[in-house]
């Protein structure tokens, strides 16, 4: 099984994820979805500093956008930020230091966020990683899984109060069509079992829970817009330092960052993106299936509901 889902994810991805799959897809794109004007709107990107994430910035901005850039290295977040501001000729452009990686960081963050601010349109969680060798963190958490997924569960639960403030608020999971090889895993979420640790095989997994936190998310908060989205197979730094022999193989035909941020700006600022219903899975604007055929890749709706119980779970250790 693992094979046949790994050979048809592939010929799928050279046919979709490419930049001549992106250049198919764009034919049906509508250009006024993205003329909005976002003043006095406020937008919070996670790895805003390089890559999708500041082309998510950079054209948010652009419209007109507050943002709010979630980084964890300093130097690279300013100078980040003022390249956005030149290209944007944006002042309201903000950093906020934060290593996603870091639960309890990540808790103390939100709530002061939600103190301080009266406001937060749109939540995009674009921050990840990918690590080959098995890294723990605090309270012993593996790292892929504590960046990709317990990050994630965290900063959306803990922004929900202030994102509930205003109409129309919206969250968006930058996910990864790789996540189509796996079946959600709630009885291995840190990875203790995975022997020997694959962190191909553990970032997949993540981004499967990513799409299940987010169809449950928007089950349980339907005043909020949730979506989760892949971006295609992007030239990224990140894809170059996690995926060197793949991105030799293919770099030729990987997308721009920006081709690669567009759904997710689409999914931030258009009214049409409002118009499918909350917790879909986007690729190139338009929702798609979160399973490929005949993969046995689904589970029952307690599976998924453990997940959420499982997060909430391990939340609760860092909420103080």
């Not at 764009?26 to 709107?41: I, R």
């Not at 799409?211 to 979506?227: G, R």
């Not at 219903?277 to 589970?299: M, Y």
């Amino acid at each position: 099984m693992s094979l046949y889902r790994n050979t048809v994810w592939f010929f799928k991805g050279l046919k979709e994820y490419t930049k001549n799959g992106y250049a198919s897809a764009s034919k049906n794109f509508n250009e006024a979805d993205l003329k909005v004007n976002c003043t006095g709107q406020h937008y919070m990107i996670t790895g805003a500093n390089s890559g999708i994430g500041k082309c998510i910035a950079t054209e948010i901005a652009k419209l007109g956008g507050t943002v709010h850039m979630v980084c964890r290295n300093p130097t690279a977040a300013e100078e980040a930020r003022k390249e956005i501001i030149e290209a944007s000729e944006n002042q309201n452009v903000f950093v906020h230091l934060l290593d996603i990686s870091k639960p309890r960081d990540v808790y103390n963050f939100a709530k002061d966020f939600c103190d301080q601010n009266e406001n937060l349109h749109v939540l995009i969680n674009n921050a990840g990683c990918m690590f080959n060798t098995q890294e723990m963190v605090e309270e012993s958490l593996e790292k892929n899984f504590a960046t990709n997924t317990l990050g994630t569960y965290i900063l959306t639960t803990n922004l929900i109060p202030v994102m509930k403030k205003s109409e129309k608020s919206r969250v968006i999971v930058v996910s990864s069509g790789g996540m189509l090889v796996q079946r959600l895993n709630t009885e291995d979420l840190n990875f203790d079992k995975m022997k020997p640790f694959d962190g191909t095989l553990a970032y997949a997994q993540n981004k499967r829970q990513q799409v299940v936190m987010v169809e449950q998310f928007a089950k349980l908060h339907p005043e909020i817009h949730f979506s989760c989205m892949h971006p295609g197979w992007a030239n990224t730094p990140a894809v170059r330092s996690s995926m060197p022999e793949f991105y030799e193989k293919m770099k030729d035909k990987l997308r721009t960052p920006a081709e690669g941020a567009d759904t997710t700006v689409w999914l931030a600022v258009s009214l049409a993106a409002l118009e499918h219903p909350s917790g879909k899975f986007f690729q190139d604007r338009r929702p798609v299936d979160t399973h490929l055929p005949l993969a046995s890749t689904k589970v029952s709706t307690k599976d998924e509901e453990k997940l959420m119980s499982v997060l909430e779970e391990i939340t609760k250790k860092f909420a103080y």
